[in-house]
């Protein structure tokens, strides 16, 4: 009979190793695009002051022409496609994000869609986004009509 040593955490060792290599596999920048449209998706700062809204986009690399925005009374979408320079047939390791995105932003007021100015400067979408008028709290007087006994 062949004595065995027993080593009661040689298991435990085994799963740290097994969790260490888990992590280290997700959290790799490459590995984000198995993601999905989870990497494709632009960070996004809402900035709201007295009377209008900035919301600023991250989308670098991109020129203006090949962003589209659109407002309405209470958000803003922002799609484009950020194509790849590489040639085809050639070999690259890239990890930067290519292809196309959208970001629909629901906006905490309403604004003036038709009054809203957009910049685009080193990587980043300026949207001023004028707030709409607020209709004033009128008091309206309202007349009640008294039933008449017959």
Do not use: C
Request: charged letters at 25%; a neutral charge; glycine letters at 4%.
């Amino acid at each position: 009979m062949a004595i065995v040593r027993y080593r009661p955490w040689s298991e435990m060792n085994s799963l740290q190793r097994q969790f260490n290599q888990m992590f280290n596999e997700v959290l790799t920048p490459t590995t984000f695009t198995e993601f999905g449209n989870f990497s494709k998706i632009p960070a996004a700062e809402l900035v709201e002051n007295k009377d209008y809204l900035v919301l600023k986009l991250e989308v670098p690399g991109m020129q203006a022409e090949d962003l589209n925005i659109e407002a309405t009374a209470k958000s803003i979408s922002v799609s484009g496609e950020r194509k790849s320079e590489a040639n085809e047939g050639s070999k690259t390791v890239s990890e930067f994000r290519y292809g196309s995105f959208q970001r629909v932003i629901p906006l905490p007021v309403r604004i003036q869609n038709t009054e809203v100015k957009a910049q685009y400067h080193n990587g980043i979408l300026h949207l001023t986004l004028p707030k709409a008028e607020v209709e004033k709290n009128k008091v309206v007087k309202v007349n009640l009509v008294t039933e008449t006994a017959v």
